[in-house]
């Protein structure tokens, strides 16, 4: 284990490098999924089969696909940006679609009648969404919208395995490959860096649904 204690100044870069890429992923994946929530709910047919076709698309494809398609398709096409951002731009695009199901199932739980009362009184479709419909949804979504963020962050590894650079999972493979170290104290140390982030996150979680269930 000494290669853990020896090596703790690469081990926190990493896992700060990780924390980097799960908060970017984190924020486009919440926004990109709402919209896309959004759009499997308008009263716009075309909106709810682009919205629908995507996700489709999105959750029954491999996570690595995705990122092949961002990393190497992408640049092909005239998008060039570092793969630092194209990484993440996949976990996104991959994220959002879970995302969408996740809200879109709380606006389904939504009583119809609420939606018809705030139409009534002359509120408009994105009036009676805003301020009727998802303030209720998002309550009920806690805790499958909790488990497709801790999973989002488990795949944040897999940026490191297409060569993000830094992050945990890469200097595990860094001290393996390059320098030599054994691989079980390694990877000891890269599962406890993942367990220090989505351990409190679950934790927080848990406190989040049961405020939002006192609000109820």
Do not use: H
Request: one cysteine or more; a positive charge; hydrophobic letters at 55%.
């Amino acid at each position: 284990m000494s290669v853990l204690v020896d090596n703790f100044d690469l081990f926190v870069g990493g896992f700060l490098r990780s924390l980097e890429i799960i908060a970017y992923a984190l924020v486009g994946s919440l926004v990109l999924g709402t919209l896309l929530a959004v759009l499997r709910v308008s009263p716009v047919p075309p909106l709810q089969r682009f919205a629908a076709f995507y996700v489709g698309i999105v959750r029954n494809s491999p996570l690595t696909v995705m990122l092949f398609v961002t990393a190497f398709v992408l640049p092909e096409l005239g998008f060039n940006a570092p793969f630092f951002w194209l990484g993440i731009l996949g976990l996104v695009l991959y994220t959002a679609g879970f995302v969408c199901e996740a809200i879109r199932a709380g606006i389904n739980a939504v009583p119809t009648g609420q939606a018809e009362a705030a139409r009534s009184i002359g509120l408009t479709f994105g009036q009676t969404l805003q301020e009727v419909v998802m303030p209720q949804a998002l309550r009920s979504v806690v805790p499958p919208l909790g488990s497709v963020v801790i999973a989002m962050m488990k795949n944040s590894a897999v940026l490191g395995v297409f060569g993000v650079g830094q992050d945990l999972l890469s200097v595990g493979n860094r001290l393996t490959s390059a320098q030599g170290f054994a691989v079980t104290p390694v990877l000891f140390g890269v599962l406890l860096g993942y367990l220090a982030i989505t351990l409190p996150t679950g934790a927080l979680l848990s406190v989040v649904e049961r405020k939002v269930a006192i609000l109820r």
